[in-house]
């Protein structure tokens, strides 16, 4: 089969991508926690033979600002309890979840990823995350977050231990010979007896070895440590839709890390996020978006500039226009580095609702399913991208969308599968089953 | 309704509660981490209209000795990813996961229970241990286990905390008002700042207030700290087994502690542990209980023994006679006392294999059907029990028998129910949901 498209369904939250997805017309957020809800995601992707499904977490609520209570959909349940309950109604898509290695032991990680890899028969993964927050910090103890390189050390560090889990038993270790009464090859069993840096964990894991091994290990981090994270260890890289040349550039960049970490190029898929927002011609595509906006508060808008800029637009209006260089501290390093933040940064001044609004079409897509599958295949065949992971502005509106008219058209062109034929989640990404790690 | 005993259906080893049941000509030991064998476990017990499934844990693989490697099937999947699989596969029944207080973060184990109650709609349960093995502490971090009384003093807060992150939203909290753009009623949000002895914990959790309020709570401890504990906090106790005077002694003790931790004696339900073993005749069913220990090799039974009496018999014949006050040293204080462990000492002398005979005796219930819900009336009509946790020596066999011929016993005994007619495991153990702890 010649290369295709790798796809991932991601949940943001139940109501989708956007904060207000909820209050969409398709949209029954009484639903947002029941199984109903996410069946039908989980169903609908796999009817569209993607890949995995992606279920993106944090370890708080978002109650920094008053808009996030009152406006922000952002009740989820925990992921691993979630794609359990989807194993059972999918057959074939993969369920990866997005764990945190600050506020998690290894031991848990390992073994609930191996539970869920037996119970889907193959089909578990993980996008480990470092979490960056403080509100995550204060629910496990902590005031303040891990310093950042901190963090990144010690997920390394984790993702090791985790690997060296799940290999305690050798894949024929099990023998479970009822007429002799040998349940275990003892010379096939290892117990990792690791001392770290941030760990000591003894072993051995008490499930057998899963049957992928390994299950598919997610990143997502775009800073030094986290590229250098991922050239080392991740299977697939979940990174930021932006420019064709920005994408080449991040592409081959990462690509130059995984062979300097030593391992195959090809070894590491990489997955840009796109948000499409379809429509049967660009002018209802371009309505719709414009609908999805306009559903936003008021004062959501503030707060969500207000946090993108690191400074404080409460009682403004949103309406109003700011000067960026003027009015505010721009040495402020707790920003993450937006192309937002780069364009106000180069205009100058702007209203709180023109940076939203920038924001959001910057996140997102929108034209007909062909302008779509042209901007998939354009990264696809040009050195940007080795498959996506697709949002979805609002549920299960935005899915259903997609499944129904860009899935057709990429499927037409011949860049995504239109049948499971692997057996498992990582024989799907090109992985080869592996070997015991052995110190 | 007149009062009606309560049943769970317990799993300790994927292979049935006595270590070698996987040998057994009906087991499956190649399926033991499949979603396969353990739904056909989970909708036999729905059948049989138990009241919930119970699953032990240990956060350990038990290598102490080599029997544990050789010949001991106790490898098994992560509870919570097991129970929420089983939730899709199953309407009705309670799903009970051991949760280990000790090497457990607050904020996990609230997300995930009040996940799985919003996914089951309403079933979730969990049962709260403290882990006594020094190879758990080693699998976090630790190199022994912490003392008792702190142990148990952790798992007081730890429900606080838990029931307090169940509580940050009150029941009517989310709104999500499409119109209005209203998500949630900032005025019904409400964040725990927990500060205690073992957690600092902020809250909110990100998750609204599952369908039972509280999962139902389990406990088992039999030690003074652990009624204690029950009594101020449980729902429902795991107990000990034992002879009908002992259990009438356990009940009245615990029943007068919860009343003197300021709750209702019937808020707290009883249900001691039994491990029938069925025949068609008593001598089938001797036959069948002589068969399960027939098939314990002999190095597991001098390991056992080992254990139990905390001192190594390695190299002895289990067959060989030692005297139990004489050859060791009985003021050794970290073994468990048992009733195994009395007759030792009040016989004297013994094999290991006698002694491993004694105990599965100790532990199992053979009989007819009639045998078997005569045992079960006459502790449940003489304040001993409310009900019970039937654990199987053997599995699928083990509970195939139970729910052909012991259930059926009991239903027409009027003692059990005949179908589910609650809508939540709350409700099916004759709790109200409780309101919003205010502090």
Do not use: C
Request: glycine residues 8%.
């Amino acid at each position: 089969m010649s290369r295709r498209m790798l796809l991932g369904a991601f949940v943001f939250h139940p109501g989708g991508a956007h904060v207000t997805g909820w209050r969409q017309p398709t949209s029954r957020p009484a639903e947002h926690l029941s199984i109903k809800h996410f069946r039908h995601f989980a169903q609908t992707a796999e009817r569209g033979v993607f890949d995995t499904i992606f279920l993106a977490d944090g370890l708080y609520f978002w109650d920094r600002y008053p808009s996030g209570v009152d406006h922000y959909g952002a009740l989820r349940p925990e992921p691993f309890t979630l794609l359990s309950a989807l194993s059972q109604v999918t057959e074939h898509i993969g369920l990866a979840a997005t764990v945190s290695t600050t506020y998690n032991e290894p031991y848990h990680v390992a073994r609930t990823l191996a539970s869920l890899d037996h119970l889907s028969r193959g089909r578990a993964a993980w996008n480990l995350v470092t979490s960056r927050y403080d509100e995550e910090a204060k629910n496990f103890g902590g005031d303040s977050h891990l310093d950042h390189t901190r963090r990144y050390e010690r997920g390394r560090e984790f993702v090791d231990v985790v690997n060296g889990l799940l290999d305690s038993w050798d894949d024929d270790a099990i023998v479970a010979d009822a007429e002799s009464g040998i349940f275990a090859d003892r010379e096939k069993l290892h117990t990792l007896n690791h001392r770290g840096e941030f760990f000591d964990v003894r072993g051995p894991l008490n499930i057998a070895r899963p049957p992928q091994g390994h299950p598919v290990l997610f990143q997502a981090g775009g800073s030094e440590s986290g590229l250098e994270l991922a050239a080392a260890t991740a299977d697939a890289v979940f990174a930021r839709g932006g420019s064709l040349a920005d994408s080449q550039a991040f592409y081959a960049d990462l690509k130059a890390r995984t062979e300097r970490a030593g391992r195959d190029r090809d070894r590491l898929s990489i997955l840009p996020s796109v948000m499409p927002v379809v429509g049967e011609t660009r002018e209802a595509a371009r309505a719709e978006a414009e609908a999805i906006l306009a559903l936003t508060p008021d004062a959501l808008i503030l707060e969500a500039v207000s946090h993108t800029i690191g400074q404080d637009l409460a009682g403004r209006s949103a309406d109003e226009r700011f000067d960026y260089a003027r009015d505010f501290d721009t040495s402020n390093e707790t920003r993450s580095r937006s192309a937002v933040l780069d364009r106000l940064i180069a205009e100058g001044s702007a209203t709180a609702r023109e940076v939203y609004a920038w924001s959001f079409a910057q996140n997102t897509l929108t034209g007909t399913a062909a302008d779509i599958a042209d901007h998939l295949e354009e990264r696809f065949e040009n050195g940007a991208a080795d498959g996506f992971v697709v949002q979805f502005p609002h549920l299960p509106g935005g899915i259903d969308a997609f499944v129904d008219d860009v899935i057709p058209e990429l499927q037409r062109r011949g860049l995504t599968r239109t049948s499971y034929e692997e057996a498992t989640l990582r024989e799907r990404f090109g992985l080869e089953r592996p070997a015991r790690i052995t110190a």
